[in-house]
């Protein structure tokens, strides 16, 4: 280190992404907010707003806010859905590390902070819901689930897998987003968080606040959740047995590196 800089107190530009699905009523100051309290605030970082096919007029507001204030307005004019549009996402992007937040005015843009300060401490860092603005039986389903995932994968610390506020790595972004092996359709984040451990990656939470989401609804309809928790649970027995067969292909490959 030159100049008495530590790691920590050095200004590393990232990469933040926005998912957005007709959301007029709040993505220009949403998209305002977060530039102006981490972009502008990080040289070199960039800003992608990866528009999914909206019908609302977002579309015309992003192109808008692309010629006024530099954001990257990514659409294919089509809708992709919330996977494949995340992943789209990750993938165009360049720093050394990413930041994904949910849109719909769910997340403080001041919060990131408590995750860049974390950075150098693990590869994928998730913002823990803490008071959370929601309803009962969404916060029973995240409590179930995460206690199930603990316990099936034999995992400590993972108590908010699906948090759509998120920080990581260069190497978490190539190696698990755009690894090409994700099969989750619902609930894809868990499975990232699910992966990024079990190929060794360091992952840790931290407590954000979390507020209800503000315009239309982008979460499952109450009559899904039923059939989400079967796919679920089917999905991640499929995800065991790829994660054993992923664990031991590794084992081998760092006993022959030490032999």
């Known amino acids: 280190m030159s100049g008495g800089v530590s790691m920590k107190s050095q200004r590393e530009p990232i990469s933040l992404v926005f998912l957005a699905y007709n959301e007029i009523e709040t993505i220009e100051q949403e998209v305002r907010d977060f530039k102006a309290e981490i972009v502008d605030k990080l040289p070199g970082s960039e800003f992608i707003v990866a528009e999914d096919g909206s019908t609302d007029g977002t579309h015309e507001v992003l192109q808008r806010l692309q010629k006024e204030i530099g954001i990257i307005h990514l659409t294919s004019g089509e809708r992709k859905g919330y996977r494949k549009a995340l992943l789209d996402s990750i993938a165009s992007t360049k720093s050394g590390y990413v930041f994904f937040c949910d849109t719909g005015r769910k997340h403080d843009a001041q919060d990131f902070w408590k995750l860049y300060e974390r950075r150098h401490d ?27 995932i603990r316990w099936y994968f034999r995992v400590k610390g993972v108590h908010d897998c699906d948090s ?17 092996q994700l099969f989750f359709r619902e609930l894809p984040a868990s499975e990232i968080v699910i992966r990024t451990i079990a190929l060794g990656y360091r992952y840790l939470e931290v407590p954000v606040a979390y507020h209800q989401r503000l315009g239309p609804s982008r979460g499952l309809p109450n009559k ?29 490959a760092r006993i022959g590196a030490g032999a």
């Open 164 to 180: 759509g506020f998120r920080l990581f790595t260069r190497a978490v972004a190539d190696g698990v987003y755009c690894g090409g």
């Open 122 to 148: 693990a590869d994928l860092i998730v913002g823990r819901k803490t008071d959370r603005e929601d309803q009962w039986y969404r916060k029973l389903f995240t409590k179930v689930y995460n206690t199930l």
């Open 224 to 252: 899904k959740l039923p059939g989400v928790i079967i796919g679920a649970i089917r999905n991640l027995r499929k995800l065991k047995k790829e994660v054993k067969s992923r664990l031991k292909e590794i084992r081998k």
